[in-house]
Structures are given as structure tokens and as C-alpha cells.
């Protein structure tokens, strides 16, 4: 501001503090709409306003509805006010954003000075239009202690106003809902106190300002206690004068400090303000010129509430309330009735004294002065090419996570059983109550095993007894309760059977209710020992609400509103997380979405080819889920689709996620040393050629032992079975399932131990023992693990590892444990099996072991391998478990031996420089993981706290494809990864 005009306002206010008899409630700041170019901007102002008529600058001061999903006919109707009229602007309400934009463009071209173009976006415009996500409404922005957040999302939604050409969001609602039957404002309003909606309104308005879009700060004076809607009625606000400054207006005054740029006058009747019979205060110049004007000081530009609602149109025709309100001393008339009629009466009211020709071209320059303020002094075209790509981007969804996540409130938590612990201990089922969770049932199978039950909401009594019986077994239930409406009238949509349904479990066992709707709902579930407000019912919070009832992410939000004794303002708070891994959108963990979507093409080439049918990509940064994708198909003929829950053969990765887990665990103990032998481990080895082989030998491959030894060929002949090894069903004697229809002998596993045991050792080259990679490893590995805990390695791992984790996929022989129809196919066994193998472990050794072995059998999908591998880079700690030591975890991932890359039981890249071996070219050296002969790999980056899941049964049909390998298929999206992160 120049020195002259510093002075000039200066002294305006020290009149204003004179006259306006609340000198306490002044507030002294700068006019909101000078540019920082004010001489640009006042030259511009002028510029236009002198090329106006009376009648052009009439029409400055209006802006009417437009809709981008009505006909023709609405069309020609907006553009003839455009042109005839001069409209100041257009307020968008319901369409699509490519069409918006379009005909954005065409009014804009109409209009002879350019238009403001506004929308009711109170929590993003998916409000109005189609194809674009919520961002959270205010109830939910409430919940949310970091004002941050909602700034960002303020600046996230201003870069989508300006890439659909918008000017004005008519947002935030900085009521003070202190009724909490309160039909119009609730859910949209930011909570009861004022201090929190001033903090919250505050950091939404500076997201949008300071980002070239105008905030709008209503419902002024404040619609927080009403009854009735003023869409339909006038409501009627009898709290006395000191009750509003001190509640409903401090938000506005706490605004108007931080430079807002505009306010919107509601349709209201407050007596204490102005009690000239039943004035709506949208047209009372007590209220819209001595209250807001001249005693707070608010020097913006100032909106009415919409001119059709009934609250100000029910004693007021068209044309006749907009000369109303322009007397009452509003700048904007919005959704005016009826443009020509009301300039005409303005024209009259001009003639008539009753407002001054000079006072109508100070506000029309005032409106002028905001259009340059938002650039519209440089108006372009919007690029409508790309256009939903450019509203929809991978920041955007970044934004809205943290939101959501940040505002899921744990209000009740008797015994602390949230974050949930002991995941072994207890049985889960979920029941969703009238609507769809199923985004809710998937996140919840990510952290344990969940039977799922569906029920309609006012099911009845018998529905309810009958659910009541197949509940009974379980420790936890976890509620979905859906369909929650907005309607106070309507009990919030909450059925009372529904409630005792609730009441009635919770008698047997531990409920946990989550809340996916308006808060004001929870005063039903008054008394509930475990109740968690998600707020508001889509993908998102049915994604992020189980995170935080397992501790993926710490709970963060409070109540916003007091709506019972036990749920009141406040509660909730800090709820400290367990370090189990969260899912989330790449950007908040520094990765490039762009970027990762690459893997598709290399997945795409991948099943074109047929290297593969299908397959899982999981990749987790900083313990979060922010890629997990499935193609293609269980095989290549018509056959259901993978998914996140399809279970592979994970072939060799049984090395390091079974056996090495039980070699770690017992070393973590101090119960086994990698400097022994396995003869100090297994007294049957004494006198053999095995008994003096160092357990660090066999865990690095550098003992001598063969690759591996074909097992199965001394159980056929003439390529048939043996019929003293095999029969086509189970009978005494032959039990031990080696594939459908197909049962081995009980002893073979011990005549395989044996044959293992008389194996031939390779010759030393130069004294030692070379590097071969050998399945027989493990075979002598799973032996020693056995021997030291006294248990087969399939329980002792379910038992400490597996069931604890919550991984209720990651077993062995899954046939006895699941429907085969969600596990991927792998050879078709013409040389040995003689059949499709589905269900049952791929390599015949193992196959023939029993399907437990410690080179092979083991299967799971994606998320529990990623588990398995993030409770590593935890550094041997998971949710609640603690299972082994972080220097044992460093001593067995590190690189062995100069002979190979390998670690204990680990693979690892090449070591030499750009080179990656089995892994990307780019994962750096401290990497670890492995591969699997089926199709599978997995790796753990602690450099960068990356890990990255490739699943596929690339062996089907025939295993001899290998067009996996040679394309390099794996290694490639391993790079891709890397790639991501650079670009960050």
C-alpha cells in the first residue's frame, strides 16, 4: 500500500473507532483486495469501469446459477444474461468438469467484462461435479488437530479452482454448531467450539487465498443454533447480542485479522441484532453495513446467501429482494431471480435517493477490484485437454489420505483393546450393518483372518437372534455400521434393533463399532465399551479405519462436537500405533506414482508374451503399502482374475521366510551358533560326511552339497509311479498327500532323509568348498531347526511367527486350509505327478517331504510376504511381536563370502558395481531377499526402507518356460522402483 493511501486508511479508522460504538470489537487491517500491484490494479479497475453504461456496471453486482448437466435451453438462457446483462458472474452448481470447462470458455467469451466464476465447494468440487473425489467434509476437518493438513488441502483445492477457471469458493462454513439438531449446518460446520473452527477456518481460507482463489467465510452472523433450514423457512436466532459476539462471530473476527476476502450473509432473523419486525439479516443494514461493515471492519467483498431460498424469497418476489439487499449494503447479489427486474428497481432506488449512484460504483469497483486480485485483468482460456487428469492427481489423493487418517477418532476404548494385540489369542469376524463394506472387509484381511457377516439395517428380531448364533464363537466383532444419514429428525438413520443388536453382543464378547457417518449419530451408542468415528462413509475411511484398529497408523483425531455424556468434545486423541504396516498413496512416502505405473506395461508384456498368466506387484516404503496391484488371470485360459488375496507357491522363498526365520530365531536365543556343526546338532550325522559341515557353510551354500538330487525318479519306473511308494487314494500306510489323488507311503520322508544323508560331497577346489546353490541346504537346515525345538518347522513357524503376525495365508500344504480356488496353478506334472497341481507344493522333493520342507512349500500372497519382510527392516519387532535380535537379522543379510553374493540362507545383488544379480540393477548392495523357482521374488532395501513382492506361477503350465528370466521381467520392476524414488 502506498504511503498516501496508508494514511488516508489510517485515518479512516481512527473515525471509525470514534463513531462505531464498539470500539473493543474493531479490528484494524488492510483492505483484502488490494493487489500487490495496486497502481496496475487501480488503472486496470478503471480502465473497465469507465467502459461500462450504468446499466453494464448494474450488472457487475449480480451472479446467477449455471449448471454444466441441464439442456440447451439453460444454455441460451445464461448466455443471453451474459451478454445483455453483463453479469458479474456465474455460480456452477451440479455436471461434469469437462463440459463445466467448456462451457466455461463460452461465457467467458460472451461476457464483455470477465466473470467471476464461483462454486459451493465445501468440501471440494466432487460436491458439484462428477468424476472427482471428496475431499472430508468440515465435521470431519474438525476432528483433525493439525491445522496443516487443512491448509494443504485449502491450496490442494484452489489449484483445481483455477484448472476449471474458478474464482470464488463459497467456503468455509465457520458456524459454531452449538445445536446439535441443527437440520442445515451440522456435519458442515468444523465442531461446537469456537477457538477450534476459527483455527481450522483460518488454515482452510489462507490454503485457498494464498493460492489465488477467494474464500468465503459463512453464514454470517453465524447459523450454528437454528432449528429450521432457511432453504425452506426463516429461522429464528434469540440469543442476545454479547452471546454472538462472544460465540458466533469470533471466528469471523479471527478471519477477517488473517485478510478475508469475503463474507456471505445468511438468511436469518436474530431479534438482538435487529429487530425491525422479522428481517432476514441478509437484508438488514444493521447487520450487513453497522455490524459487519462499520463495527468488525470487514472491508471484503460481501455475498448474500442465495436470493431463492425461502428463508428471504417466501416475503420477498424477485427483483424487489435484490434491491433489499443491495440497501442493506451487500455487494454480490447471488442467484438472483430475475437480473432485468432488479436493475430496473436499483435504477428506481437511485432515482428515489434511497442509495447513491456513487455508493453502487464504489462496490461495483470493489468487485472489480477482486476480479484482478484473481488474475481475471489476464483472463485465458481453460485447457480443457487433460483436464481430469490435471483435477485428479496423485497429490490430490495424497492430501485427502492424510485428512481422513488424521481425523478417524478411537472415542471409547475400554481395557485398552485397541490397537488389537495378540492376534494368535483371538478369533475376528466383521459385520457390516446396512451397506456396503466391502472396501471394509479387505482392509481388515490385511491384518488378520476375518470371517465376514452382512445384515440390513432394521433386519429383524429373528434375523438378529439368528446372526447372534453365528457370532458366538468369536473373540472380537468388528461393526461397520453404514447408511448413516444427515437427518436429526430421522435419528440419524440408526435403527434402535440395530442399537440392541450391539448391546447384545457386547454382553459375549469384545465389539468394536465403528461410526461411518455424521458424529451426531454416536448419541445412540451411548454406553458401548469400543466406539471409533470414521466420520463419513467412503473408500478411504473403509480403507484407513482398520489401520488404525490394528495399529498400522497411530488414531489422531477428537471429537469435534458433545453429543453424550460419554461421548463429548475432546475425546480421543493420541492412540499410539504398533509399527504394522499401513497402506497409503505413493507421494506420502516420497514415490512417484508416474513412475510406478510403468510396472503395468511391464507386467502387460509380461502375460502378452506368456512368461506368465498372471501376477501380485507389492512394494512398501517407510512401512506403508503404496503399490499393490494384480493382473492377468489364475491361467491363460478363461479363469477367474488375480487378485490381492490369490496365494502363490513361493518356492525358494520358503529358504529365508521359513527355515532362515527359525535359524534367526533360535540364534536370537543364544539356542543355536552358526560356527557349530551340524553334527553338534544332529548326533545321526556322526560318521558321516555331513557330521563336520559349519552351519555358516551350509547357510552361505559353501559346504559341498549338491544343487539338488531328484528324489522322485527312485519312485517310478517306466515313468509310472511306483505302487510301493504311491496309491491313487488314502490307505493304511500310505497317507502322506503328495498331490489330489495322489498319497505317498509314511516312511518316504525318511528314506528322502536318508538318500539325503548318503549324498556324495562336491570336490574342494584349492582347499575349500566352492559356492553352489543347493536346495540340500535347507533339507539339513529344517532337520537342525526340528531338533532344537522339539516340533515340526510348519508349527513351530505358524506357532511363532505366522499366527502371531496374523498372516492367515502364509502356510503350508494350503489345500487342508483353504479353497483351492484362490491359489494360483502351477505345472502341469506330466514326469512325475501326472496331473495339474493346484494346492499342493510344485517341487516334487518337497512334494514328496510331505510339503513341508525347508527348501519349498511354503505359500502366501503379497501383503504376508510383506509383512514378513517389514518385520525384518523393524529390525525383528511387528505390532506386538518381538521375535528376533536386529544385530542377528544384520549378521544373516550381510554378504558372507567373497565367493558369492549370498548371505545366510539370504540372496543379495551382485556385488560388483551396477550390477544387481537376481535383483534391479539399481536396489543398493545391503539389499536382501530371494527368488523362487515358480515365479517369485521378494526383497528388503534397509537403506531406504523399501520392499518390494513379485508373485507369479510362471510354471504354468510348463516349466520349462522361462521367458520370465530371460526378459527380465522381475528385475526390471525392481528398477522401476528405484526409478520412483529418484523422482520423487
Same mark, same amino acid.
Given at each position: ?105 463460452? %461465457? /467467458?467469451? *460472451?461476457? #464483455?467484462?470477465? +466473470?467471476?466464476?464461483? $462454486?459451493? !465447494?465445501?468440501?471440494? =468440487? ?125 471466528? %469471523? /473476527?479471527? *478471519?477477517? #485479522?488473517?485478510? +478475508?476476502?469475503?463474507? $456471505?450473509? !445468511?438468511?436469518?432473523? =436474530? ?139 478411537? !472415542? ?573
Amino acid at each position: 500500500m502506498s504511503k498516501k493511501l496508508t494514511g488516508v486508511f489510517l485515518l479512516c479508522c481512527i473515525a471509525f473507532f470514534f463513531t462505531s460504538g464498539r470500539m473493543d470489537n474493531a479490528i484494524l487491517v488492510e483492505d483484502p483486495l488490494i493487489a500487490s500491484n495496486e497502481m496496475a490494479q487501480l488503472t486496470w479497475v478503471d480502465s473497465v469501469f469507465e467502459d461500462l453504461t450504468l446499466d453494464q456496471r448494474l450488472g457487475q453486482l449480480f451472479m446467477v446459477a449455471a449448471y454444466s448437466n441441464k439442456d440447451q435451453r439453460h444454455i441460451d438462457e445464461i448466455s443471453n444474461l451474459v451478454k445483455s446483462e453483463n453479469l458479474g458472474g456465474l455460480i456452477f452448481f451440479q455436471g461434469g468438469p469437462d463440459r463445466q470447462a467448456r462451457l466455461t470458455n463460452y %461465457y /467467458q467469451a *460472451l461476457s #464483455k467484462t470477465p +466473470l467471476f466464476i464461483a $462454486m459451493d !465447494a465445501e468440501w471440494g =468440487i466432487s460436491m458439484r461435479l462428477d468424476s472427482i473425489p471428496d475431499f472430508p467434509k468440515a465435521m470431519t476437518l474438525g476432528a483433525i488437530q493439525n491445522p496443516d493438513l487443512i491448509y494443504d488441502m485449502g491450496t490442494e483445492m484452489a489449484r483445481q479452482f483455477k484448472e476449471l477457471g474458478m474464482h470464488i469458493n463459497f467456503a468455509p462454513v465457520v458456524d459454531v454448531n452449538s445445536n446439535p439438531d441443527n437440520p442445515v449446518i451440522g456435519y458442515r460446520a468444523f465442531g461446537e467450539n469456537k477457538n477450534a473452527v476459527a483455527k481450522r477456518a483460518v488454515a482452510y481460507m489462507k490454503g485457498l487465498q494464498d493460492h489465488g482463489v477467494i474464500a468465503n467465510a459463512k453464514h454470517f452472523p453465524g447459523h450454528g443454533d437454528t432449528e429450521s433450514d432457511s432453504h425452506y423457512a426463516l429461522p429464528v436466532i434469540n440469543h442476545p447480542e454479547k452471546r454472538i459476539w462472544d460465540i458466533d462471530l469470533y471466528p %469471523y /473476527q479471527e *478471519l477477517i #485479522k488473517e485478510d +478475508l476476502m469475503s463474507v $456471505m450473509v !445468511a438468511h436469518l432473523n =436474530i431479534p438482538s441484532l435487529d429487530n425491525t419486525g422479522k428481517t432476514p439479516t441478509s437484508l438488514s443494514k444493521k447487520v450487513v453495513t453497522d455490524l459487519l461493515q462499520n463495527r468488525m471492519n470487514f472491508q471484503g467483498l460481501i455475498f448474500t446467501d442465495a436470493l431463492n431460498m425461502r428463508g428471504v424469497a417466501q416475503n420477498n418476489a424477485p427483483g424487489v429482494v435484490d434491491v433489499k439487499a443491495l440497501l442493506a449494503g451487500n455487494d454480490v447479489l447471488l442467484y438472483s431471480q430475475d437480473v432485468p427486474k432488479a436493475k430496473a428497481l436499483i435504477k428506481e432506488a437511485i432515482a428515489e435517493g434511497k442509495i447513491s449512484e456513487e455508493e453502487v460504483n464504489r462496490r461495483v469497483k470493489k468487485i472489480l477490484r477482486a476480479k484482478y486480485k484473481v488474475g481475471l485483468n489476464n483472463y485465458r482460456p481453460i485447457k480443457t485437454h487433460g483436464l481430469i487428469d490435471r483435477l485428479n492427481t496423485p497429490h490430490t489423493d495424497e492430501v485427502r489420505e492424510d485428512l481422513y487418517a488424521e481425523a478417524i477418532t478411537v !472415542a471409547s476404548n475400554k481395557g485398552g483393546l485397541l490397537p488389537f494385540k495378540d492376534l494368535d489369542l483371538k478369533k475376528f469376524a466383521s459385520l457390516t450393518i446396512g451397506g456396503d463394506g466391502e472396501d471394509f472387509e479387505k482392509s481388515l484381511d490385511k491384518y488378520a483372518g476375518f470371517d465376514h457377516f452382512q445384515i440390513d439395517k432394521a433386519s429383524s428380531e429373528s434375523s438378529h437372534y439368528n446372526l447372534i448364533k453365528k457370532l458366538e464363537d468369536y473373540d472380537v466383532v468388528v461393526v461397520g455400521l453404514m447408511g448413516i444419514t444427515n437427518s436429526p429428525k430421522r435419528a440419524f438413520g440408526i435403527a434402535p434393533g440395530d442399537v440392541a443388536l450391539l448391546r447384545k453382543l457386547e454382553e459375549r464378547q469384545n465389539v468394536v463399532t465403528v461410526l461411518f457417518g455424521n458424529a451426531y449419530a454416536s448419541k445412540f451408542l451411548e454406553g458401548l465399551g469400543h466406539v471409533v468415528f470414521a466420520f463419513e462413509n467412503n473408500d478411504m475411511t473403509q480403507n484407513l479405519t482398520p489401520q488404525i484398529l490394528f495399529g498400522g497408523r497411530p488414531g489422531m483425531g477428537i471429537l469435534p462436537v458433545s453429543v453424550s455424556p460419554q461421548f463429548r468434545y475432546g475425546v480421543g486423541g493420541y492412540l499410539e500405533g504398533l509399527h504394522r504396516l499401513s497402506y497409503g498413496t505413493p507421494e506420502s512416502v516420497g514415490l512417484n506414482s508416474k513412475t510406478l505405473n510403468e510396472i503395468d506395461e511391464v507386467v502387460a508384456k509380461a502375460i502378452r508374451i506368456q512368461a506368465t498368466p498372471g501376477a501380485n506387484v507389492l512394494v512398501v516404503k517407510d512401512g506403508k503399502v503404496v503399490f499393490e496391484r494384480s493382473y492377468g488371470q489364475l491361467e491363460y485360459k478363461s479363469s477367474p482374475k488375480v487378485n490381492s488375496e490369490t496365494v502363490y507357491d513361493l518356492a525358494s522363498i520358503t529358504k529365508v521366510l521359513a527355515t532362515t526365520q527359525a535359524v534367526m530365531f533360535l540364534a536370537s536365543r543364544g539356542e543355536l551358533d552358526m560356527n557349530k556343526t551340524l553334527g553338534d546338532y544332529l548326533p545321526e550325522l556322526k560318521g558321516t560326511n555331513k557330521a563336520n559341515l559349519h552351519l555358516k557353510d551350509v547357510m552361505a551354500h559353501e559346504a559341498g552339497l549338491k544343487a539338488f538330487i531328484p528324489h522322485y525318479v527312485h519312485t517310478v519306473e517306466s515313468g509310472q509311479w511306483r505302487g510301493d511308494y504311491y496309491k491313487p487314494s488314502a490307505t493304511p500306510g500310505f497317507t502322506r498327500p503328495v498331490s489330489n489323488d495322489m498319497f505317498a507311503r509314511d516312511g518316504l520322508r525318511d528314506s528322502i532323509w536318508n538318500w539325503t544323508v548318503k549324498s556324495d560331497l562336491l570336490p574342494k577346489r584349492g582347499g575349500r568348498n566352492a559356492y553352489v546353490y543347493s536346495d540340500l541346504t535347507m533339507y539339513f537346515m529344517q532337520a537342525v531347526v526340528e531338533k532344537v525345538v522339539n516340533q515340526p518347522l510348519n508349527e513351530f513357524l505358524e506357532q511363532n511367527f505366522y499366527s502371531p503376525l496374523g498372516l492367515k495365508t502364509m502356510t503350508f500344504n494350503p489345500f487342508e486350509k483353504m479353497s483351492i480356488d484362490n491359489i494360483a496353478p502351477t505345472e502341469n506334472d506330466v514326469a512325475f505327478r501326472k496331473r495339474q497341481v493346484q494346492g499342493y507344493v510344485h517341487d516334487p522333493g518337497a512334494a514328496m517331504y510331505g510339503g513341508v520342507a525347508g527348501h519349498a512349500g511354503l505359500f502366501g500372497k503379497a501383503n504376508d510376504l510383506a509383512v514378513m519382510m517389514q518385520m525384518l527392516l523393524n529390525g525383528g519387532y511387528y505390532g506386538d511381536v518381538t521375535l528376533l535380535n536386529p544385530e542377528v537379522i544384520k549378521d544373516f543379510t550381510k554378504r558372507q563370502s567373497n565367493q558369492s553374493r549370498r548371505g545366510w540362507g539370504w540372496d543379495k545383488p551382485d556385488p560388483e558395481k551396477g550390477k544387481g544379480g537376481s535383483a534391479g540393477d539399481l536396489a543398493p548392495k545391503s539389499t536382501f531377499g530371494h527368488t523362487g523357482f515358480t515365479g517369485t521374488c521378494v526383497w528388503a532395501d534397509p537403506e531406504n526402507d523399501l520392499i518390494y513382492v513379485f508373485l507369479s506361477n510362471r510354471v504354468y503350465p510348463d516349466a520349462a518356460n522361462t521367458k520370465l528370466l530371460r526378459e527380465g521381467i522381475r528385475t526390471d520392476i525392481h528398477d522401476i522402483i528405484y526409478k520412483a524414488l529418484a523422482k520423487k
